[in-house]
């Protein structure tokens, strides 16, 4: 018989975030549970580490560094569960959550994709999903222009970092992204063009246009400790790595929307980059 759930996290370098995330789902147990870890060339001893507290997980490791899209798919074939948890190695579930998603995709057979509520360590919400990118969404990434409106209450009002109840949306962060196996074997395999980034926003959009709703579930609290998993990468800063953030929304944009599209994409970036470094100047000087 199928486990209820399979939960797939990779893992590159982080051995005490990694047990935490074990920490978790064993502080909330689901009978017939599958856990997957893929331990991506880690040379922090984080396969032993887990094999010694946590023997129940299935632990698979690259020899050589695969990236997380390729990691994630790897656990995700291994998988048997009918529904299949992607998480990141730098979260922690609340309790009882896992007993809540089965019984959310057990109760909404439209459901195709469940997102969870995620936020940092001081409780403060995280963006957990949202709507497909347009150019103005490009040009305000790179701009700081939205860090600059924030500080405004009616532009935070007007946020919905943290519903209440269930938000139909278009894509939900990988960070903590559930799915039917139905799902997977219609739209599936992640892209693994895609190097770090962009390819959970590619999965939704491909489920929603095959017929699946996808949704931000506050049932499901998750702590992320955002950024965690990239922050040692060369050339990363803060939570993001810039250059493959680039390189891989660029990518999606000429999958989704041609050529043409990326280019504009692409001045948007660019643009909204110069006008970041401009009011960085003025404000230097003022």
């Known amino acids: ?135 103005a969404w490009f040009f305000a990434l790179t701009s700081g222009l939205p860090r600059l409106l924030e500080k405004l209450p009616l532009y935070r009002r007007s946020r919905p970092l943290a519903p209440d109840r269930p938000l139909e949306v278009d894509w939900v962060t990988g960070a903590a992204m559930a799915f039917r196996r139905a799902v997977w074997e219609a739209v599936g395999p992640l892209d693994e063009g895609f190097q770090f980034y962009a390819q959970d926003l590619d999965f939704c959009l491909r489920a929603r246009r095959a017929g699946w709703r996808v949704e931000v579930r506050p049932e499901i609290r998750v702590l992320h400790h955002h950024g965690a998993t990239i922050g040692r990468a060369p050339g990363a800063s803060g939570h993001q790595h810039p250059e493959l953030l680039w390189s891989d929304l660029l990518r999606w944009a000429r999958k989704h929307h041609g050529p043409g599209w990326a280019a504009r994409a692409g001045i948007a970036l660019r643009t909204g980059a110069r006008l970041r470094r401009a009011l960085a100047i003025l404000s230097h000087r003022v």
């Open 1 to 135: 018989m199928a486990p209820p759930l399979s939960i797939v996290i990779p893992t590159h370098d982080t051995r005490e975030l990694t047990l935490r995330c074990l920490d978790s789902l064993a502080a909330s147990p689901l009978p017939g549970l599958e856990v997957i870890l893929v331990d991506d060339a880690s040379g922090d001893g984080t396969a032993g580490a887990v094999a010694e507290r946590h023997p129940e997980v299935v632990v698979l490791r690259n020899e050589e560094p695969a990236r997380f899209t390729r990691s994630a798919n790897r656990g995700l074939a291994r998988a048997t569960g009918e529904i299949l948890l992607l998480l990141n190695s730098d979260t922690e579930v609340e309790p009882g959550g896992l007993a809540r998603l089965v019984e959310i995709f057990a109760r909404e057979p439209e459901l195709g994709i469940a997102g969870a509520l995620l936020h940092y360590p001081d409780g403060s919400p995280q963006w957990s999903g949202g709507r497909e990118p347009s150019l």
